[in-house]
């Protein structure tokens, strides 16, 4: 089965940086491309970026809200992705799933960015 | 960017109703539709990939259509237990990939 745990959300000033995680199992991690969405309280979902499979090149994709400023990384060996937010604002706030290739979402991590 | 218009952006009905919602693209997807079920506090759940192919476990009253701009999602007969919010999203080789603005679905 598969499962996906995210982890690391919290409370973070504008400006600040943060990174989460996603722990995944129950399938080949290294052979999926690995997403990461976001929703706003109240609002609907969005893309946030992609990271390819090694065997793909391992580059990651952002949307343009995000590019520039979150990295999308990958250890295989631990079957873990991360996404590292650096210059926070607070239209990041918003609850953030990983998802897998074929669309597996885990339950989210709240990130909140508030003065 | 391609941008997925999703019509209505609510409905009420009553149970053993026909339900139907649509997604517009801007740009030619072929068939790379999904269309998910989300309910308040969870994450969203995949119903329907590629269009149409229904997601193991998903009952069959729920089916989509569609190829290019236009596309559907059915629910034959509504349940209490369907009461959510529905999007739709594309995955298109153009990024991004893009969701449409949701459907809330509640019971008359």
């Known amino acids: 089965e598969v499962q996906l745990v995210e982890s690391g959300g919290g409370f973070v000033k504008p400006g600040e940086s943060l990174r989460i995680s996603c722990a995944a199992s129950g399938f080949s991690f290294s052979d999926e491309w690995m997403s990461w969405a976001r929703q706003a309280p109240g609002r609907g979902l969005e893309w946030v970026g992609h990271i390819k499979s090694k065997v793909h090149g391992g580059e990651a994709d952002y949307a343009a809200p995000v590019k520039g400023r979150f990295i999308i990384s990958r250890d295989d060996s631990e079957n873990t992705v991360y996404l590292q937010m650096n210059s926070l604002k607070t239209e990041d706030t918003a609850v953030y799933y990983c998802?897998?290739?074929?669309?597996?979402w885990g339950q989210g991590t709240l990130v909140t960015v508030s003065s | 960017d391609i941008q997925m218009t999703q019509s209505p952006s609510s409905l009420s009905a009553s149970v053993g109703d026909r339900v139907t919602i649509t997604c517009q693209a801007s740009?030619?997807?072929?068939?790379?539709l999904n269309w998910y079920q989300q309910k308040p506090g969870e994450a969203p759940k995949l119903l329907i990939y590629d269009t149409s192919n229904l997601e193991t476990g998903v009952p069959s009253r729920f089916s989509g259509s569609g190829y290019g701009t236009d596309f559907t999602f059915t629910i034959s007969s509504l349940q209490p237990e369907d009461i959510a919010t529905y999007y739709c999203?594309?995955?298109?080789?153009?990024?991004?990939?893009?969701f449409g603005g949701g459907t809330k679905v509640e019971i008359k």
């Open positions: 998802a897998t290739d074929h669309w597996n």
């Open positions: 999203q594309q995955y298109d080789n153009l990024l991004p990939l893009t």
């Open positions: 740009h030619d997807i072929s068939d790379y």
